[in-house]
DNA sequence: CCCACTGTTTTAGG
DNA sequence: GCCTAAAACAGTGG
């Protein structure tokens, strides 16, 4: 569940739940999704009191006062509130065990998810976040941010999906912006006209999407059993052949730099 | 069974 | 610099 939206609603959710808990072990038993050693890994936790969660992009971030843990759910990663002494899932792969009898297990089917520790003094200037483009939601995104990026040859919705363009938009979303601002997903990035109805989507989209808790297509729940309900607000991302809500042409599937694309050949022109 | 596809990101090669 | 394909991995659907 890896846009912003979608991460959103997991640090809100974590936030409720978790914070303030102090970690008093931690198990790994997928080695790979942990940057440097997980004797390390756990080490540095042990002891360490949750101050509070907050998003960075597609990034969920912990902080730990003097550490910060920088947590990715790529594509299917979540996670799950147990009691401590829970069995781990087949598909959980970390679990961060608490001193007040709860525990937090990180389930990734996929086991595409990654976890790295910085120090906090460095972790907005180190990567993965010091190369990420503005937050979209506030004020350092702006039209004028956003133009210095419509320039060259690339399709529009490669250009959306660069995370140094603006931090956070991925495949649905990116669809959803451009049937907003009514631009065809191919569109070279240099024949933009409007960044300012375009950054208005991008913000407009993203905005009603965090407050509808994200969207959950093609998964069952969202972290801690929380629903998204903004797939119910879909206009074109798994619509093909379904009629256009404003046109009632059908939307049409397509591919862009690898990704499925799905966009309306009426309303969204090049 | 086989192939394509999936809410991501990074890397290699042309 | 840009594009595609592939890689990390597992499940689903045609």
Sequence with gaps: MPELPEVDSVKTSLNELISGKTIESVTVRYAPMIEGTPAAFQNALRGKTIESFSRRGKYLLWHLGNKTLVSHLRMEGKYYLKDAGAPMDAHEHVAFVFEDGKAL????????????????????????????????????????????????????????????????????????????????????????????????????????????????????????????????????????????????SAIVKTKVGGRGTYYCPRCQKH
């Design 105 to 248: 297990h990180y389930h990734d089917v996929r086991k595409f998810g990654t976890f790295a520790l910085r120090d906090h003094a460095e972790v907005y200037t180190t990567p993965p976040l010091d190369k990420l483009g503005p937050e979209p939601l506030s004020d350092a995104f702006t039209p004028e941010t956003l133009r210095t990026w419509l320039k060259g040859e690339r399709a529009i919705k490669t250009v959306l999906l660069d995370q140094r363009t603006v931090a956070g938009i991925g495949n649905i979303y990116a669809d959803e912006i451009l049937f907003c601002a009514g631009i065809h997903p191919k569109t070279k990035a240099r024949r933009i006209q409007d960044a300012d109805k375009l950054a208005r989507c991008i913000k407009d989209i993203l905005q009603k999407a965090v407050h509808d808790g994200g969207a959950s297509i093609r998964s069952y729940k969202n972290t801690l059993g929380v629903s998204g309900r903004f797939q119910l607000h879909l206009s074109v991302h798994t619509k093909e052949g379904e009629p256009c809500c404003f046109c009632r």
